[in-house]
């Protein structure tokens, strides 16, 4: 126990880090990256970059190695050069040639199938050599690949007894993980048959962004809010998850998963656990965890009923130049999958019975933008302005991207006879304030996973709890087509019915500035 600078009583947590120098934001131990699927478009689009920016930054070792696996038959000289041209297109505001090349020769090749055992021999061997001795400190497999590949990938490493060693690999593995709570469940006994738990690093990158981790700090570091934080006091809360993009030639993909599995699943999801969690005792790895399941069996069922009147899916037709949905490649023309959802959900716990939670996420809407809103209850009598005068709710707006903002609405008098109510806003700009170079979510992701800190990264049981919450909505839209589709333009904010799903209670959804 401590006292603070206001003599009040504090007592430290036997979970906090001792008082000594604070942790740097790099890994300059050397590593060995293996990147499945190392020509793919995640590769060429996100973690060639993201390794690029943080050699660039000298955040990394420069004895680590990165080898990239695929099933092309190209040289260790064609892959740096595919590796240059990737970073050339998606790294332009930072790339420097030499600096690129010399973070190149950090980097092989290596031509395997996941399903062949020659690539697995070619792998040991490479791996033993780069591991030799103390030339590496951590080992890291990275599944960049089709979940089809999954199960194949890890049986080879199993097999040819990569799963284990002195470096206790690690391995990463993207969404989507299954289809449904049923897959994800025998996925994740098959992957812990041959990896432990604390080896797997199932990553969603939305936990990355800065903003996304900084709601827990803001909840808990701050005690002006946390007796507000509840039932009595918040009137609702809305999670708005938008995209002002289509498919962008992963229609395919998407065809098989939609809205709910892309986006409600795991972002979605994510983020109304991080608003609604109890204080963790501590931040290891598995006390947030915890937390975050607790709200998800939490989370009230949804019934066919309730998924009728309170869950609402879209799919966007064509406006002007942009086309709609079944326009786009490889999408069949009578194509019934959902690129917009919106839902009403209850938390059945003691903080939070009867508050509603409105989520919205969709595709080809009028602006790109991540937002969570909380709004506060009115006063129970109203006392001040005119009965003509409107007097706004207090909000609380934690933008995610591309705003990076904190914004609080209260009520003021406006200058002037009288009592009429203005509303203010009190701001807080992330990068406006902090003056921080932006960093990819993906590089936060990759230094937790060489730390081996897993806080960020889903549990088995917290995957299959996610699953569990939005099976019920996938089954009856699969089982129901609807009658409308498309219904609704692209550019704007989804169906009416979307609407209407606020307006029926007396409330209304606060649109992203853009």
């Known amino acids: 126990m401590h006292r603070d600078n206001l003599g009040l009583d504090a007592v430290d947590s036997r979970f906090l880090q001792t008082c000594d120098l604070p942790q740097d934001d790099s890994y300059k131990k050397p590593f060995v990256l293996v990147i499945f699927g190392g020509t793919g478009d ?210 395919a993909f998407y065809e098989q998963a939609g809205v709910v599995r892309d986006i409600v699943q795991n972002h979605m999801m994510q983020l109304l656990a991080l608003v609604t969690m109890e204080p963790p005792v501590g931040f290891a790895p598995d006390l947030v965890r915890d937390e975050k399941v607790k709200v998800f069996r939490a989370l009230r069922p949804v019934g066919d009923e309730h998924i009728t009147t309170f869950m609402v899916r879209g799919q966007y037709a064509p406006a002007g130049s942009v086309p709609g949905y079944r326009s786009e490649e490889q999408v069949p023309p009578d194509s019934n999958t959902p690129t917009f959802f919106a839902g009403k959900f209850f938390i059945d716990n003691w903080r939070w019975a009867g508050v509603p939670f409105y989520l919205r996420t969709g595709k080809r809407l009028a602006a790109r933008a991540t937002q969570i809103i909380v709004q506060f209850k009115q006063p129970p009598l109203r006392l001040l302005g005119r009965t003509c005068d409107i007097i706004e709710p207090n909000l609380l707006v934690l933008g995610i991207q591309p705003k990076e903002q904190i914004s609080l609405r209260l009520n003021v008098k406006h200058p002037g006879p009288g009592n009429r109510p203005h509303a203010i806003n009190l701001d807080f700009d992330y990068s406006r304030n902090f003056g921080l170079k932006k960093h990819s979510a993906y590089e936060r992701l990759l230094l937790d996973c060489l730390r081996g800190d897993l806080t960020l990264f889903a549990r088995a049981d917290e995957v299959e709890a996610m699953w569990e919450i939005v099976d019920p909505i996938i089954a009856q839209w699969d089982s129901i087509p609807p009658d409308d589709f498309p219904n609704y333009p692209a550019g704007t904010w989804g169906p009416n019915d979307a609407h209407s799903l606020l307006a029926h209670d007396g409330r209304a959804w606060i649109e992203p500035e853009h």
């Open 42 to 251: 995640l590769s060429k689009r996100k973690l060639l970059p993201m390794l690029y920016h943080l050699e660039q930054e000298e955040r990394l070792s420069h004895h680590s190695k990165i080898v990239g696996l695929g099933r092309g038959d190209i040289t260790d000289k064609q892959y740096r050069s595919f590796v240059l041209d990737a970073l050339k297109t998606f790294a332009i505001e930072s790339f420097d040639q030499d600096r690129a090349k010399t973070f190149c020769t950090r980097i092989g090749y290596l031509a395997a199938d996941a399903r062949s055992d020659a690539g697995y021999q070619k792998l040991c061997r490479r791996i033993r050599d780069l591991t030799a001795g103390d030339a590496a400190d951590s080992l890291v497999y990275y599944l960049a690949v089709p979940p089809d590949l999954i199960r194949p990938t890890i049986e080879g490493l199993f097999k040819y007894n990569l799963c284990g060693g002195r470096l206790t690999p690690k391995i990463v593995i993207e969404k989507p993980f299954g289809r449904d709570k049923k897959t994800a469940a025998n996925l994740n006994h098959f992957i812990l048959e041959h990896f432990n738990e604390q080896q797997v690093y199932r990553i969603d990158h939305y936990l990355g962004k800065e903003t996304v981790q900084n709601i827990l700090f803001f909840r808990f570091a701050n005690s002006i809010l946390e007796p507000l934080w509840n039932r009595r006091y918040i009137d609702h809360i809305q999670i708005t998850v938008a995209e002002d993009i289509g498919v962008e030639g992963r229609a």
